[in-house]
């Protein structure tokens, strides 16, 4: 998914390299693999600063300060947005219920996300800066507001993937009183002719005075005004010839204080509110008290009060809640223009301190659905400057009027981190609970829940300092802090992976029933599809330890991690001495899927992933011997052995000749190797160098010694392997020193130091050749690459082994191990050794290249079965991709560049990483993994990939939304697909009443705001085109025109709650044509003949009269089954929304119905 992003940072540095090789190489390794891109992300980014919430999707998107945005949702679906650009984030808004979000960038670029491919589709650059960011609510439709005082609309077609902006824009002359429209004339033929742009639209209306600014501020009028906030009214009420009542009017806040209600249907100004009206109340809320306390207005108050937030505080949208840089909380009352004195704004002051923070957040929750009168007030600033950090919340009530409010309560929360953004979550269809989600830095994620929020408001105390429900981290990082991780390959078959897929798959069922009955509150998405038991089978495990002692093992099979199992630090319910150390290292045996854990007090943990026998024994081996106990069974990993015999910090574990031994390197400098199959300690060395340097690596070898008798090719490697007798230890210790163990004994046969005095430490080790080894620091690659692999081979590809392959022929395994490669990578520099030269002495490498930056890391990885290639990182955070084995560069990159991230001290004890070159990194409490290389993709992206938006959830509410739209016209047999299937079993049920109106998310609902966008103001076609030839045209309506003959299974319509007075007075001119003038008066008006004739072409009276007998009765059976009908409609409408409802909260009880 991010192919095309990254692939031009893949650049190829040339460097000078060895003569004829450069083809040779680039037949094996080019730049065209070299492809970084980000596979999984998991954990909440440590720059995250802003928030946005799908409540009907149930998806929460937290932008960063780097240019990241992470998706949300629930069963650990998580998704990683990446901009191309470094830039933080402003806003961040959903198209609620379409699969996109919007973000806008501290550069001023508008960028739309498809959140089902994961990529951006649009971007559009605005010229001035953006300071006011809304999206219309359930629609595509955006307000920008800008540094100039200007607000524009722009519109994402999903259709076309394309972000643009709409003709439409709020003039600044909306704050002039004295604007007027354009003749019609000029409409007309300018306007239609395509001649009247927007500049001249601008220009036209501009006024050279602000005196309804000046006057409605109380400030001066000099200069421009910048936008400080846009809001779409709720509940705002349409015109009259657009037949809609949704999004009509839009609050308008500036920076001197100024609040403008804009019709946007009507192109006018219906409130304006500002610092005049101040002077209108002296009632001032000091320190929360239970009732507003009466003071004199201050001589600052005429002052303009620069706004810094602002909120509805009513479903209504006649109530707005606005916040200032001088800490004054302001609630205006938006119901009426007129000023009414101590009814229009009262003020509240979170501290009677002089000087105060600036109020930041201001969010309401309303006490009952649709309550607009009381609530609480949720307030981030606004407190004395150098008070603790606390998020405030403020109980009130003005059910007596605004200019009566009262302040019932006050409670302050101590936060845990510095706040950044917050949600409130209201519990529905796709919300488990109601409460409030606080985003503090770094990237902490904490939900309130409405039971301890309600804890807190009942409590006489004014600050608390509660346990909020922590954010679920698929893998956790932190407290307990990860030490340690390993990614190993399943590379068994049979019976044990059989078991351990049927393990595995059955724990993924009990999560997910679990986390169905989880507090956390996001729900959102749905996960990657996993097989049944039977079909599906591991082929990746994620170990993690950490700083407590315990272990948990994840299935990385899909991109989906999902927890395994924990290895906590006792063992079967006893508690083992030194076994809650920190682990320190790790090793997979995946033949036999067995699991060594090391930890800082040299203590070596066995454990079998699948229990093979019945019987149930813990072996602990001690320096004095060994004893066996007898443990009772389970499910879980079966604890098989504790080893206890050295203090000292363990630095390395490796799995050794085919999983039968166990390598031990200690931080002191000693080794250890473990008989696997007796649980026994074969030898233990002193120190490997004179220094006591660490063990960084281990491996192990058939000696030259035993594998030269073999003069049989066709015997298999097996063989060499399996010879007891004499088998060598490779020792690589962190100053530099080579050692060769005897295999048996422990007896050093050879020891050499690799580097120079002035060197820097060594990083990793690899063998590479025809027979190829790879074995590094940990943690390192799977240890399913213990046995030798005789596929691995470069054959006369490879340069530098070219001569000795053509020499060796049908050698022995021992003629074969001469032509292996020690690659030896250090801080500054890596370096190519020959095997068999090492041994009789040389210490000059093949190849050597010196670094200029200082490495911490190597891998090799395989193509085709071939290692082909080393990639190295460094502590910078930069990455190289090198051919092998000339260490040629091939590719570069970065992790700021791929993740956005800085390398941090001990981030290398905690990569990890696969043979195909995909490396997984810890970051704080990030988890990522990245593929650098083309050709991998064992992940099977983006098949496997859990999806972010439900577009069944998104059909069923638009479904229910077109329904219950008061404009639909057309009236249908039965409810579309799925959702008439599922209402129809939802009938007997009685479900709590959902709080989300699902009619205000649809889009049926808001289609007349194309109309009105897609002109400038004052030149909508409606009221240019609206004129007398256009009634003339008026089509009448006649009684005998009406179609009663409803189907039997009518689609019940429902109709607004609230009619508009514009509605009402359209009603009542079709109940005029429909009645064609008929009045109350009982007198019957007397027709001569000539009518009566003109009318129903009758000679005779009498058939006439006859006629119009039988025309006045099929009139009124039609008017009483029109009123029978419109009964049936007005019951049906009022239980419609409750049955919507109902669906979605049963898809959630059923937890994802739609897998069943």
Known sequence: ????????????????????????????????????????????????????????????????????????????????????????????????????????????????????????????????????????????????????????????????????????????????????????????????????????????????????????????????????????????????????????????AYDNGLLILWDVSEDKVVVVKGNKDLQLTGKIAVNSQEELSQEEPSDDEQLEKEISALCWTSGSGTVLAVGYVDGDIMLWNLSTSVPSKGNDVVKLQLSSDERRLPVIVLHWRPKRSRDDCSGQLFVYGGDAIGSEEVLTILNLDWSAGIGKLKCIGRTDITLGGSFADMVLFTSGASVNTSGMLVLTNPGQLHFYDSTCLSFLTSKEEKKFTVSPIEYPMAIPTAEPNMTAARLGLICVDGNLLKALSEKISAAKLRRVEVSGKSAWPLTGGIPSQFLE??????????????????????????PTFSLYCVLGPEVKGTSIAGANAPVSALAFCSPKLTLAIGNELGTVLLYDLIRTTDAMQLNFVTENGKEVYTVRGGDEPHCTAVFSFHTSHISTLQFLHSGSRLGVGFHSGRVALLDINTYSILFLTDSMSNSCSPIKLLDMRPSTETTSVIKDVGQSESKCMGNNANQEVFVVTKDGQFVLL????????????????????????????????????????????????????????????????????????????????????CESALHLYSVSALKEGGTTPVHTVN??????????????????????????????????????????????????????????????????????????????????????????????????????????????????????????????????????????????????????????????????????????????????????DAVELSIDDIDLDFDEHVVVEASSAKESNNDKKDKGKEREKLFEGATTDSKPKMRTVEEIKAQYGKEDAAGAAALARNKLAERGEKLERLSLRTEELRNGAENF??????????MEKRNKWWRL
């Open 1 to 252: 998914m991010f192919s095309k992003f990254f692939r031009k940072n893949a650049s190829v540095a040339k460097q000078p390299q060895p003569s004829g090789q450069e083809n040779a190489s680039n037949a094996i390794l080019t730049s065209k693999d070299i492809n970084p891109r980000v596979n999984l992300h998991y954990g909440i980014p440590y720059t995250s600063s802003v928030m946005a919430f799908d409540p009907i999707q149930s998806l929460l998107a937290v932008g960063t300060l780097d240019g990241r945005i992470k998706v949300i949702g629930g069963d650990n679906i998580e998704g990683l947005l990446v901009s191309p650009k470094h830039f933080p984030f402003k806003y961040l808004e959903f198209l609620q219920n379409q699969g996109f979000l919007v973000s806008v960038s501290s550069e001023n670029e508008i960028q739309v996300w498809d959140l089902e491919q994961r990529r951006m589709t649009s971007s559009l650059r605005w010229e001035s800066s953006i300071t006011a960011f809304s999206v219309i609510h359930g629609s595509s439709y955006m307000y920008v507001g800008d540094e100039y005082g200007m607000v524009y609309v722009v519109k994402y077609n999903a259709e076309e993937a394309s972000l643009a902006p709409l003709p439409y824009y709020v003039p600044t002359s909306a704050i002039d009183g004295n604007h007027k429209p354009l003749p019609p004339l000029l409409m007309k033929k300018e306007w239609k002719e395509g001649l009247c742009s927007r500049a001249f639209c601008i220009s036209f209306f501009f006024c050279d005075n602000y005196r309804s600014l000046s006057e409605a501020s109380g400030g001066s009028s000099s200069g421009q005004h910048s936008i400080v906030g846009v809001l779409p009214q709720p509940s705002s009420q349409g015109n009259r010839l657009l037949k809609s009542s949704s999004f009509c009017r839009v609050l308008i």
């Open 851 to 1032: 670094l200029s930056k200082p490495c911490c890391y190597s891998i090799t990885f395989k193509k085709d079965g071939k290692v082909v290639g080393l990639i190295v990182i460094y502590q910078t955070g930069e990455i190289d991709v090198r051919s092998l084995p000339d260490l040629r560069l091939v590719g570069e990159s970065n992790l700021m560049f791929i993740l956005r991230w800085n390398f941090k001290t001990n981030m290398d004890k905690m990569i990890c990483s696969s043979e195909s070159g995909q490396i997984i990194l810890v970051n704080g409490c990030e988890v990522s993994s990245v593929s650098l290389l083309a050709f991998e993709n064992d992940f099977r992206i983006p098949d496997s990939l859990p999806v972010l938006h439900d577009k069944v959830i998104e059909a069923a509410i638009d479904a229910a939304a077109y329904n219950l739209s008061p404009s639909k016209k057309d009236k249908q047999g039965s409810l579309p697909g799925i959702l008439g299937g599922i209402l129809k079993g939802l009938q007997g049920g009685k479900v709590e009443e959902q709080k989300v109106g699902f009619p205000e998310v649809g889009k049926s609902n808001l289609t007349h705001l194309d109309t009105i966008f897609s002109n400038p103001p004052y030149l909508k076609p409606s009221s240019v085109d609206f004129d007398e030839d256009d009634q003339n």
């Open 742 to 825: 005897d295999g048996n004994t422990g007896n050093i046969v050879f020891s050499q130091s690799l580097k120079a005095e002035e060197e820097s430490t060594v990083i990793s080790m690899h063998i590479i050749g025809k027979y190829c080894r790879i074995f590094h620091d940990l943690p390192h690659v799977d240890s399913s690459m213990m046995a030798w692999e005789s596929g691995a081979t470069h054959g006369s590809d490879n340069p530098l082994n070219a001569d000795q392959e053509a020499t060796s022929g049908a050698s022995s395994c021992g003629n074969r191990a001469e032509s292996f490669f020690l690659v030896l990578s």
């Open 533 to 558: 038991a039977e079909i599906y089978k591991v082929e990746r495990v994620y170990i993690a330890g950490y700083q407590d002692g315990s272990v948990r093992i994840f299935d990385a099979t899909c």
């Open 1137 to 1146: 929304a409750s049955m919507a409802q109902e669906l979605a909260t049963l």
